[in-house]
């Protein structure tokens, strides 16, 4: 070989190693700065996560009825902010899967404006879950956010309705670039009036079995009667749904 077809062939070999070293750094870049997908179809949700290793659903049907605390339970610990009513696991309504969902001693329900933070003992790059409304809900009534930066609203249609009328509505996350180690679900407290439960808390948890680690929430002593007046109000509103 020439000299000369020598250097182009090495001038050659330089230029496709750097449209190379171009593509791929472009790709992770790409990759690595991608924000979380965000899905309100279940379906779509385990389509997409199909790939993911260790997922496991927490549907609260393995837990006796009662009181919850602050787990963990499979893996998950929650920091609840419902005022004066204790997280509950509760088979009083239709749910997505199996008798029990996740409500308060409040009648069973969550109120608007309620909120409850998970945090994982290992990161999850999915979560997903229902919200299951006694009523019509407007689009944004539920907000889930993680700590990889993800936010996800609820739909203005539920994914479908319940035989006790409750409306089921799905938020999902998936982040393939960077997993999660907390999610936060959070309610409109804002001239909004609506009661729900949750199920189905979809991510890489431990499998289901055992029972919740740690001391139920108290409810405050001097906050009892405050409590009970408020749960024949409640016990109003649920009969709307059930």
Not at 49 to 77: E, K, M, R
Not at 123 to 131: H, K, M, S
């Amino acid at each position: 070989m020439q000299v000369s077809q020598f250097k182009d062939s090495m001038k050659l070999m330089t230029y496709v190693r750097m449209v190379v070293l171009l593509i791929a750094g472009s790709l992770y870049t790409t990759v690595a700065s991608a924000t979380p997908v965000v899905f309100t179809d279940r379906a779509l949700f385990d389509a997409a996560t199909a790939g993911l290793s260790g997922l496991n659903t927490l549907d609260f049907d393995s837990l006796p009825t009662g009181p919850l605390g602050n787990g963990p339970v499979q893996g998950i610990s929650f920091a609840f902010n419902t005022g004066v009513f204790a997280p509950t696991v509760i088979d009083a309504f239709d749910t997505t899967s199996g008798p029990n969902s996740l409500g308060t001693s409040g009648d069973d329900t969550f109120l608007a404006g309620d909120s409850f933070t998970m945090s994982f003992a290992s990161p999850t790059n999915a979560i997903g879950l229902y919200v299951i409304a006694a009523t019509n809900l407007f689009a944004n009534d539920f907000t889930l956010t993680t700590s990889s930066g993800g936010t996800a609203h609820n739909a203005t249609n539920p994914e479908t309705i319940l035989p006790d009328t409750g409306k089921v509505f799905f938020l999902g996350l998936y982040d393939p670039a960077q997993a999660m180690t907390s999610a936060t679900l959070t309610s409109n407290g804002v001239n909004a009036d609506f009661l729900f439960n949750v199920d189905d808390i979809r991510g890489q948890f431990d499998p289901p079995g055992g029972t919740p680690t740690g001391t139920p929430v108290p409810e405050p002593g001097s906050m009892i009667l405050v409590a009970t007046g408020l749960c024949a109000g409640l016990r109003r509103w649920r009969n709307a749904r059930g």
